[in-house]
């Protein structure tokens, strides 16, 4: 489910889309830069799209909303989450392993089943309009998503597939997959990471069979919506799937992170379940937020044909449990080809227990930008995909530093400090100089902004 994600803001350059008929099958076959007299073109943006994106078999009509950019289109399919002894692939087969040793149907057969190869390519109508978000809701904004055109996107989240794997008659279930967001830059956050979903839907005799005197408890009323329930469930009901909720989840981190684990749980709110909660765990005595989870809304599970039953819905992020669980400092590790990163994960079990040794600690280098922004629109999310855009990962961290507006022309100005430091090499002041060069040139043409370099 979405959940905890926020949805983060995104930017569209006319200069960063797709070159002309891209095929992409994990990694475009074919691309081409901007190039200026000053800056190398290894590091200018994407020239103007064509008409066509054809990405894992399919084609797709650019327009308008078309934003995706080669950088991350080169990510799909790449599915790290499904590459055996990668740290991602080891969380997946430990939660794998768990749901199936003590989650067993009637005849003893797993009763969760496991989707980790489902497309990241969804309609619109997957990622919203099945999940019941308003078609006003923020998290829609073109801003905030990689579209491949108006009706279809990468996935922002992997409830996506809630509606289509409820509708096929599923009643429990996980869904692993990467998935698509613009994001702040910084070592715990990328554009692509990787999200579990689990879903849980209950009969009437299935909720209340093990409760003493059940018989009379009902699934459903007419009743009123609080902050405790829906309209349409009795508290009964509620209640029940949420403490199944919440035992379940409190098990899983348990037996990931081991005893003694602390656990709390934070109300909040998410569009397509309510109650909704997050829950943090006491990990070397600091709270971090780790999955969000609730009831599912009704009107969700009536529309996928399950109007008899009544369910939960968590989401997971595999990046997050495997940076605490292992200790990895920087999200972009991820990603890493280093054979010192890979062999590190490579053992007899999947629940060996791994501490990550560091790789050298290279230096890192740290440019700051100026710049007036435009009279229009701007956003922030603009300008940090530009930045990742052109610098990939030799981006750690980009923080806005200074904000300043002038007292007679009202002009505003921003001031980044962008730091570069590459995971598994020391960088030079010169070639970070010809990317910092290639961000400031690329953010007067793409942003319309006023340098101030």
């Given at each position: 489910?979405?959940m905890?994600?926020k949805?983060?803001?995104?930017a569209?350059?006319?200069?960063?889309?797709?070159?002309?008929?891209?095929?992409?099958?994990?990694i475009p076959?074919?691309s081409?830069?901007s190039?200026?007299?000053?800056?190398?073109?290894?590091f200018?943006?994407?020239?103007?799209?064509s008409?066509?994106?054809e990405l894992?078999?399919?084609?797709?009509?650019?327009d308008?909303?078309?934003?995706?950019t080669?950088?991350?289109?080169?990510?799909?399919?790449?599915?790290?989450?499904?590459?055996?002894?990668?740290?991602?692939?080891?969380?997946k087969?430990?939660?794998?392993e768990?749901?199936?040793?003590h989650?067993?149907?009637?005849?003893?057969?797993?009763?969760?089943?496991?989707?980790d190869?489902?497309?990241p390519v969804?309609?619109?109508?997957?990622?919203?309009?099945?999940l019941?978000?308003?078609?006003?809701?923020a998290?829609?904004?073109?801003e905030?998503?990689?579209?491949?055109?108006?009706?279809?996107?990468?996935?922002?989240?992997?409830?996506?597939?809630?509606?289509?794997?409820?509708h096929?008659g599923?009643?429990a279930?996980?869904?692993?997959?990467?998935?698509?967001?613009?994001?702040?830059?910084?070592?715990?956050h990328?554009?692509?990471?990787?999200?579990?979903?689990?879903?849980r839907?209950?009969?009437?005799?299935e909720l209340?069979?093990?409760?003493?005197d059940?018989?009379g408890?009902?699934?459903?009323?007419?009743?009123?919506?609080?902050?405790?329930?829906?309209?349409?469930?009795?508290?009964?009901?509620?209640?029940?799937?949420?403490?199944?909720?919440?035992?379940?989840l409190?098990?899983?981190?348990t037996?990931i992170f081991?005893?003694?684990l602390?656990?709390?749980?934070?109300?909040?709110?998410?569009?397509f379940?309510?109650?909704?909660?997050?829950m943090?765990?006491?990990f070397?005595?600091e709270?971090?937020?780790v999955?969000?989870?609730?009831?599912?809304e009704?009107?969700?599970?009536n529309?996928?044909?399950?109007?008899d039953?009544?369910?939960?819905a968590?989401?997971?992020?595999?990046?997050?449990?495997?940076?605490?669980l292992?200790d990895?400092?920087?999200i972009r590790?991820?990603?890493s080809?280093?054979?010192?990163?890979?062999?590190?994960?490579?053992?007899?079990?999947i629940w060996?227990?791994?501490?990550?040794?560091?790789?050298?600690?290279?230096p890192?280098?740290?440019?700051?930008?100026s710049?007036?922004?435009?009279?229009?629109?701007?956003s922030?999310?603009?300008?940090y995909?530009?930045?990742?855009t052109?610098?990939?990962?030799?981006?750690?961290?980009?923080?806005?530093?200074?904000?300043?507006?002038?007292?007679?022309?009202?002009k505003?100005s921003?001031?980044?400090?962008?730091?570069?430091?590459?995971?598994?090499?020391?960088?030079t002041q010169d070639?970070v100089?010809r990317?910092?060069?290639?961000?400031e040139?690329?953010?007067?043409?793409?942003?319309g902004?006023?340098?101030?370099?």
């Open positions: 489910m979405a905890l994600w949805f983060m803001r995104v569209k350059y006319s200069k960063t889309a797709l070159s002309p008929k891209v095929k992409v099958r994990g076959t074919h081409r830069h190039s200026s007299k000053s800056v190398p073109s290894d200018a943006a994407s020239a103007p799209c008409s066509t994106v894992l078999g399919k084609s797709y009509p650019q308008d909303y078309s934003n995706v080669e950088k991350i289109l080169s990510k799909v399919g790449k599915n790290l989450h499904n590459r055996k002894h990668h740290p991602l692939w080891l969380i087969e430990q939660v794998k768990h749901f199936y040793k989650y067993l149907g009637r005849r003893g057969t797993p009763l969760f089943s496991v989707y190869a489902l497309s969804v309609t619109v109508q997957q990622n919203f309009d099945s019941l978000i308003p078609q006003n809701h998290s829609r904004r073109k905030d998503n990689y579209y491949l055109n108006r009706d279809h996107m990468l996935r922002a989240h992997t409830s996506a597939h809630q509606w289509d794997l409820i096929s599923l009643d279930f996980l869904a692993v997959g990467d998935v698509y967001r613009r994001d702040t830059i910084d070592n715990t990328y554009p692509v990471f990787h999200q579990m979903e689990g879903v839907l209950f009969s009437c005799h209340f069979s093990s409760i003493k059940g018989e408890l009902q699934l459903f009323e007419q009743g009123h919506r609080t902050a405790h329930k829906q309209e349409c469930h009795t508290m009964e009901a509620v209640r029940l799937v949420e403490f199944n909720l919440k035992q379940v409190t098990k899983l981190m037996h081991g005893d003694g602390q656990v709390r749980w934070v109300d909040c709110y998410f569009p379940t309510h109650p909704s909660f997050e943090e765990i006491n070397q005595g709270w971090m937020e999955l969000g989870c609730g009831v599912m009704q009107q969700l599970v529309s996928a044909g399950a109007q039953k009544i369910g939960w968590f989401g997971l992020g595999l990046e997050r449990l495997a940076m605490i292992y990895i400092p920087d590790l991820f990603w080809e280093d054979e010192r990163f890979l062999k590190q994960f490579i053992g007899p079990y060996q227990k791994i501490k990550f040794q560091p790789l050298s600690r290279y890192p280098l740290i440019n700051d930008i710049f007036w922004l435009p009279s229009e629109t701007y922030q999310n603009d300008f995909d530009l930045v990742r052109i610098g990939g990962d030799l981006i750690e961290k980009v923080v806005l530093l200074d904000e300043f507006a002038h007292p007679k022309t009202k505003v921003h001031c980044y400090r962008i730091t570069y430091r590459h995971p598994e090499r020391t960088l070639e100089h990317i910092h060069r290639a961000i040139e690329s953010a007067v043409r793409e942003l902004v006023e340098g101030r370099f």
